[in-house]
């Protein structure tokens, strides 16, 4: 118990565990992932649905959605974009690894008679042979990757989108990294038994890490017969940063905005959201 809770309290290096697999595809956990998808108004996996239709009504309008417009959405979770998208004449295909969101979006599609192409996997593994016009990634996951892994995945979206294709993806800002503060937290059943179905001890820690503009929110979690560890790193960018990362892969950023409603960019704002074309 001593090395567990010695561990449950260390600082690693940026990036030195990577854990999404189990907070995505665990049996339980995903469950609840799915289920906060769901909500329509709680945050943590999704947006709020109003803030979803107007984010829908502006992608429509800025990027002129129709029945010839070829559309990726990478993360894609259980559709709350795809099924949407479809449904106003756009081709989908939809990535994302969580095999039980897939699921759900599947259904959907069916359920509605929507012809959209999901893929289960990874998207820092996806390939095709198929050229898009728009590529969006939604909801900060840029900021969940590592710096070689944001790389891949620019170089995916490059690769993947027809000649002056655009993506539209949306990052956390240093407004937001100075908001959030470090603490660590202790409790039985830990956040009323997200993390497991059966009776546990969890301890919370959050880092920050000033020079990366990296925070860490660590989570591990103590049962009887089994103990795991889920790190979730997020990156906070300056859109100086961003728009580096963009150059470097080829992009070019056309518009600038404070969320993907198409808000107008502030430097006090808690997102940058940004679209690029392929240069």
Known sequence: MYSELKQALLRPKTYQFY?????????????????????????PA??????????????????QINSEKRVADFGCGP??????????????????????????????????NLDIDYRCQNYLDFSTEQKFDLITLIYCDFCALSPEQR?????????????????????????AY?????????AHNLMAGFWSAADYYGFQKTVKYDDEKVVLDKYTIVEAGRSFEVYNWLQYFSLKRLTTELNNCGFDIISTHA?????????AASEIAVVAEKR
């Open 19 to 43: 854990t999404a697999e189990l907070l995505w595809n665990d049996p339980h956990i995903s469950g609840q992932m799915l289920n906060l998808h769901l909500d329509k108004v709680a945050e």
């Open 46 to 63: 999704s947006r709020n649905f109003a803030f979803i239709n107007s984010s829908l009504d502006w992608i429509c309008d800025e990027f």
């Open 79 to 112: 559709g709350l974009y795809t099924t949407p998208l479809a449904q106003r004449g756009a081709q989908l295909t939809g990535i994302d690894f969580s095999e039980r969101s897939i699921a759900y979006a599947r259904k959907q599609a069916a359920k509605n």
């Open 151 to 175: 790389k891949k995945l620019l170089n995916i979206m490059f690769q993947s989108l027809a000649d002056n294709g655009r993506i539209l993806l949306d990052v956390f800002s240093l407004s």
């Open 178 to 186: 100075q908001q959030r503060e470090e603490s660590e937290g202790f």
């Open 259 to 267: 969320n993907v409603a198409g808000e107008p960019y502030s430097d």
